[in-house]
Structures are given as structure tokens and as C-alpha cells.
């Protein structure tokens, strides 16, 4: 079911989603070669939990930890470990925080150092897609013309979009209807209605957009052809003529 937020709840979501936006702010100098995911996961928990707040992913059907760290070819819900960041990564830090019972999901790619020059595209081009995507939002248009939007500025630049994978509503749970893909065709799925929040999340590949589970520990998702992969993501509230990002400055 898809809900309507109310002015009180969009105010807890909008608190949820700051805490989110200062987590990443918080970790971004530590992304740096010789740190490990497991470390990036007990900084942001730790940073989470001083705010007032509880880590979303934490236990959600069974995950682990506090944040989702996937590093290069990993698309999503990498598991933090020994991994140790190393110059030329490309790592992906998908943050969700609970604020009294309302929560906050927003996932950025980072490089380590420098990266090759595709990857610099990689990382451009996603983050882009992105904001193509929030910009098809207003009240009166429908799911599948955000879809479209990120669909098409992907395609221009010859990047993977992973279809298994989608954005999806946001509020008392970390994951509501409805979904949000990132393909689509204009003028289809849901209406979008002022007081909606969703996250918008493309999952760009350099290269094939099929994808695997890791077998070992279930939850990793990796590019078939082991090609790198990039994961922006913001919470945004529709409003009539646009929306407003949540998980922003």
C-alpha cells in the first residue's frame, strides 16, 4: 500500500534523512586506501547512534551490520569485513538511519584515491542519472517516468542499468511500496501524489547489467562479467511542483 505522509511524518523523515546526509558527511574522510569496511561500519554505527538514531539495515532480514559497503564489482548489500580499501577502488556506502520509528536511505559511491578514467565516468554519469531521475518527479506524473529518465541518460552513456535491483518507498519501514525502477516507460505504474516519499536509487554498471548473489554469504550482489559498479541514492518527499530531497545538505 502506498502511503500519503502528513506533514508531522514528513518532518521525522526529513530528520532522518539529515542523520543520514551527516553520516555520509562524517565518513567521507576516512574513505581512504588502508581502512577496511569493517571499521567504515563501526564509524558510521557509532556516528548513527550518537544522533539519536538507530542503523535501519542493522538486523533487517537478517543483515549483519549497520551499513551496506560494496567495493568495485559488489552493486549492493556488501557485507563490511577484513577488506582492505585499496588506491583505485570504487566503494558504495548505502546509509539507512531510523529516527523515532521513521527512517532515512541514502547510498553514495566514493573513489579511493585515483581511479581510471572510466570509473571517473562510472561515478559521474550514476550520481547524474540520479538527479535526471528526481527531476521527472512532481505531483501528477507517474512512477515509471522517473524510470524512463534514468533509463535514457544511462543508455547515452553506455552504461549498465541493473533491472532486478529498484528504488522503492520510504517511512515507518526502510522499504515501502511502491517500487521505483530505474527503467520504465512514461505515463505508466503509480501516480504520483504530493506527501509520497521514495528513494531513487540507479545501480549503474560499466559493463553487463546481469547480475549474481555472492553464494558464500547470500546477500552481496555482484556483476556477472565482474565489471565495476556504481549506487547513488536519495529519500525525497513529492511535492507539486518537484520534490524535496531529505537526505541532502
Not at 558464500?216 to 536519495?234: K, L, P, R, V, Y
Amino acid at each position: 500500500m502506498i502511503t500519503i505522509k502528513s506533514d508531522r511524518e514528513i518532518e521525522l523523515l526529513r530528520k532522518a534523512g539529515h542523520i543520514v546526509y551527516e553520516t555520509h558527511q562524517y565518513l567521507k574522510p576516512y574513505i581512504k586506501a588502508g581502512i577496511t569496511t569493517k571499521e567504515l561500519d563501526a564509524l558510521g554505527e557509532a556516528f548513527i547512534r550518537k544522533q539519536g538514531a538507530l542503523p535501519s539495515f542493522k538486523g533487517y532480514e537478517g543483515f549483519p551490520n549497520a551499513l551496506c559497503i560494496s567495493v568495485n564489482e559488489e552493486v549492493v548489500h556488501g557485507i563490511p569485513g577484513d577488506y582492505v580499501l585499496k588506491e583505485g577502488d570504487i566503494v558504495s556506502i548505502d546509509i539507512g538511519a531510523c529516527y523515532h520509528g521513521y527512517h532515512g536511505d541514502s547510498a553514495w559511491s566514493y573513489a579511493v584515491g585515483e581511479v581510471s578514467s572510466d570509473v571517473q565516468a562510472l561515478l559521474k554519469n550514476t550520481e547524474q542519472a540520479l538527479y535526471e531521475g528526481l527531476k521527472a518527479i512532481h505531483e501528477g506524473v507517474h512512477i515509471g517516468d522517473i524510470g524512463e529518465a534514468v533509463e535514457s541518460y544511462a543508455t547515452q552513456h553506455h552504461l549498465g542499468v541493473v533491472k532486478e535491483l529498484v528504488g522503492h518507498g520510504v517511512g515507518t519501514n526502510v522499504h515501502e511500496d511502491p517500487d521505483v525502477p530505474n527503467y520504465g516507460t512514461r505515463g505508466t505504474g503509480p501516480k504520483l501524489k504530493k506527501g509520497m516519499v521514495l528513494a531513487v536509487e540507479p545501480m549503474l554498471t560499466l559493463g553487463s547489467p546481469e547480475i549474481f548473489i555472492d553464494s558464500e554469504n547470500g546477500w552481496t550482489i555482484i556483476t556477472d562479467d565482474n565489471q565495476a559498479s556504481a549506487h547513488f541514492e536519495h529519500t525525497v518527499v513529492v511535492t507539486e511542483d518537484g520534490c524535496e530531497i531529505l537526505t541532502g545538505e
